[in-house]
């Protein structure tokens, strides 16, 4: 099985900082990694998939980098819509979720 | 606009089968490039990956739950669903259906870009 960690499992930041998200896998799974955004009562949505690719419609202030086992999201600027759990996920066997990373304004 | 929604009992009873079904709209469920899946999530934990299957009836599973789940077809309904057996109420969550998006022409990709609402099923005497 492939595990996913993620840190820091959660953060309090100021409108307009600067957030980033690490992530890191088990073992290798080249570039096969995707984020997603999880509000309260919502079902998550994918922002960024194969590690640094944006969906379409997404804001282009997030962003995610990486390859092999170490991978990263960035929130350029954080707004007030961006409050929310973040959660990496691999594909590369199967699937697997990362513990998420719970994101609040201070 | 494809749109997911789960259907299925809130409730369901120890040692009993968790069914639900998610009816896909806005596109065919037989479409090439897409496999189904169903995701969980423990009351305020993170996510967990129950099993996929394609359209010709092709699954597969998490090794943790394998022995207890079976995900089937539908074409004609432009459903898929899902069953667990022997539930305890470590399975009470919220339940997802969601579709997995996959590359073309060789290309490897894959991430779920629809999800259904989510329906939260809760084992209880």
């Known amino acids: 099985d492939i595990q996913m960690t993620q840190s820091p499992s959660s953060l309090s930041a100021s409108v307009g900082d600067r957030v980033t998200i690490t992530c890191q896998a088990s073992?290798?799974?080249?570039?096969?990694l995707n984020w997603y955004q999880q509000k309260p009562g919502k079902a998550p949505k994918v922002l960024i998939y194969?590690?640094?690719n944006l969906e379409t419609g997404v804001p282009s202030r997030f962003s995610g980098s990486g390859s092999g086992t170490d991978f990263s999201f960035t929130i350029s600027s954080l707004q007030p819509e961006d409050i929310a759990t973040y959660y990496c996920?691999?594909?590369?066997?199967?699937?697997?979720f990362g513990p998420g990373t719970k994101v609040d304004i201070k | 606009q494809v749109q997911l929604q789960e259907s299925g009992p809130g409730l369901v009873k120890p040692s009993q089968t968790l069914s639900l079904i998610c009816t896909v709209s806005?596109?065919?469920?037989?479409?090439?490039?897409?496999?189904w899946s169903w995701i969980r999530q423990h009351p305020g934990k993170g996510l967990e990956w129950i099993g996929n299957?394609?359209?010709?009836?092709?699954?597969y599973y998490n090794p943790s739950l394998k022995s207890r789940v079976t995900i089937s077809v539908d074409t004609s309904k432009n459903q898929f669903s899902l069953k667990l057996s022997s539930v305890t109420a470590a399975d009470t969550a919220v339940y997802y259906c969601?579709?997995?998006?996959?590359?073309?022409?060789?290309?490897?990709?894959?991430?779920?870009?629809?999800w259904g609402q989510g329906t939260l099923v809760t084992v209880s005497s």
């Open positions: 073992q290798d799974i080249s570039n096969y």
């Open positions: 969601a579709r997995d998006l996959r590359g073309q022409s060789g290309y490897r990709t894959s991430h779920f870009d629809y």
């Open positions: 194969d590690a640094s």
């Open positions: 806005g596109g065919s469920i037989s479409s090439g490039g897409y496999y």
């Open positions: 996920q691999q594909y590369d066997y199967l699937f697997t």
């Open positions: 299957i394609y359209y010709s009836g092709s699954t």
